[in-house]
């Protein structure tokens, strides 16, 4: 039977929805407010904060004849920031001819003598290269891999192709990959799995490193194909 039309049902006989007041609407809009507003200004913040930390870092070491805060008498935020991107790329230009290499690989040879400072050295360069050549390795494809036992299944980042022993121990197609941990994606694990074992995913890199800060609360827009 039919309920009648009424305060909780509709003409159709359907629960109504609710009603609600002017409080729910301003609690709506004001947590709506927090969700634009936080990103935003976390971001701010972060900058800010960054670009402080440079500049008393760098403007200390500028001579006062060059510092042109001394001859208008106004701060320039970020100028630290500017010195240290004009040297690094003057840096990054000298290292790119003869001369520069030459130092490079004399510098190089003297820090392979020291225990220490070897390791450190070629860890730090090694991460670096990696992650600033375009066509290097790092995080190539999203993908997904069954983790931490069957049934269950993690995003990953597919780094490449395993070469040398591993390869030959597993006998067969083998891909390294990198799972990382959630919701702090700089840490993680690296894993030799068969490249059968790895789904690939349609969304980019991106869209897998903000599903996985999220806590899988922001899911990146997906039509199923036919």
């Known amino acids: 039977m039919t309920p009648p039309p009424g305060p909780d049902f509709d003409l159709n006989g359907l629960p109504a929805p609710p009603v ?3 409080m729910w609407r301003l609690r709506n809009y004001f947590l709506a407010g ?3 507003a936080a990103p935003m200004g976390v971001t701010l913040y972060v900058t800010w904060a960054f670009v402080s930390f440079v ?3 760098i403007k200390p070491l500028i001579p006062d004849a060059y510092n042109p805060e001394n001859y208008v008498h106004l701060s320039f935020p970020g100028l ?3 010195i240290m991107l004009v040297a690094l790329t003057l840096l990054g230009a000298l290292a790119a001819n003869f001369f520069g290499q030459t130092l490079l690989e004399t510098g190089e040879r003297l820090v392979a003598r020291m225990p220490i400072m070897r390791g450190v050295y070629n860890a730090t360069k090694q991460i670096l290269e990696t992650v600033t050549t375009p066509s290097g390795t790092s995080f190539r494809q999203a ?3 069954e983790y931490p036992r069957k049934g269950l299944w993690t995003i990953c980042f597919i780094t ?3 070469d040398g022993e591993v390869q030959d121990r597993m006998g067969g197609p083998v891909v390294s990959v990198y799972v990382p941990t959630t919701p702090n994606p700089t840490s993680g694990f690296l894993i030799f799995a068969p490249r059968a074992d790895i789904i690939p995913l349609d969304m980019t890199v991106e869209e897998a490193v903000k599903l996985v800060i999220s806590m899988g609360l922001v899911v990146p827009k997906w039509k199923a194909k036919a």
């Open 20 to 22: 609600h007041g002017i």
């Open 34 to 36: 927090i969700v634009v």
């Open 55 to 57: 500049d008393e870092s």
């Open 80 to 82: 630290g920031l500017l």
């Open 143 to 145: 993908a997904m891999i």
């Open 160 to 162: 490449g192709e395993a």
